[in-house]
Antibody
Framework: EVQLVESGGGLEQPGGSRRLSCAAS????????MNWVRQAPGKGLEWVSI????????????YYADSVRGRFTISRDNSKNTLYLQMNSLRAEDTAVYYC??????????????WGQGILVTVSS | DIQMTQSPSSLSASVGDRVTITCRAS??????LAWYQQKPGKAPKLLIY???TLQSGVPSRFSGSGSGTDFTLTISSLQPEDVATYYC?????????FGGGTKVEIK
């Protein structure tokens, strides 16, 4: 059974840093594109970032929404089967529930078929 | 960047009604369009991908159509458990933009 469990959320001050983790089970994260999607309180869904799968051990690609590019970094640890989102220079507008989401296949451009339960990050002084 | 516009933003319909939600892309995206259902307090769930392919386990009352710039999600007979917010998303290129959502309620 595919499961995605996020951790690392909480209250952070503006300008601070936070690292979210997403522990995956039931599949191998390196074989799939993995995404972060966020949802501000009472708002719609916003795609944040993607890391493509590493088919056949070949390299991967990463992409970011304009709103986080240069501040957020997506990565994964294949040995731990875990996805990460390093968030730096946090702003109040980064306050949201962050979802770890699997892409349907290894390529970057696929629908999102499995979602974690989400983790709340609040940026406030 | 390609923008995704959903309409209406909310609707209220009776049980058994046919419900239609539309999603328009600002540029052509072929059939690289997915629909998601998000119930209150829950993570979104993939309903349809490739504009019209039903994800495994999704009831057949849900259907999708369209290609290029104009897409439709249809619920053929609205059920109480369909109360949710529905989002379209394009995935042909980054950013993988979502529509603004359509909140569906029971009249």
């Amino acid at each position: 059974e595919v499961q995605l469990v996020e951790s690392g959320g909480g209250l952070e001050q503006p300008g601070g840093s936070r690292r979210l983790s997403c522990a995956a089970s039931g599949f191998t994260v390196s074989n799939y594109a993995m995404n972060w999607v966020r949802q501000a309180p009472g708002k719609g869904l916003e795609w944040v970032s993607i890391i493509s799968g590493s088919a056949y051990g070949i390299g991967y690609s990463t992409y970011y929404a304009d709103s986080v590019r240069g501040r957020f970094t997506i990565s994964r640890d294949n040995s731990k089967n875990t996805l990460y989102l390093q968030m730096n220079s946090l702003r109040a507008e980064d306050t949201a529930v962050y979802y770890c989401v699997r892409g349907y296949a290894s390529g970057s451009y696929n629908p999102l078929d499995y979602w974690g339960q989400g983790i709340l990050v609040t940026v406030s002084s | 960047d390609i923008q995704m516009t959903q309409s209406p933003s909310s609707l209220s319909a009776s049980v058994g009604d046919r419900v239609t939600i539309t999603c328009r892309a600002s540029q052509g995206i072929s059939n690289n369009l997915a629909w998601y259902q998000q119930k209150p307090g829950k993570a979104p769930k993939l309903l349809i991908y490739g504009a019209f392919t039903l994800q495994s386990g999704v009831p057949s009352r849900f259907s999708g159509s369209g290609s290029g710039t104009d897409f439709t999600l249809t619920i053929s007979s609205l059920q109480p458990e369909d109360v949710a917010t529905y989002y379209c998303q394009k995935y042909n290129s980054d950013p993988l933009t979502f529509g603004g959502g359509t909140k569906v309620e029971i009249k």
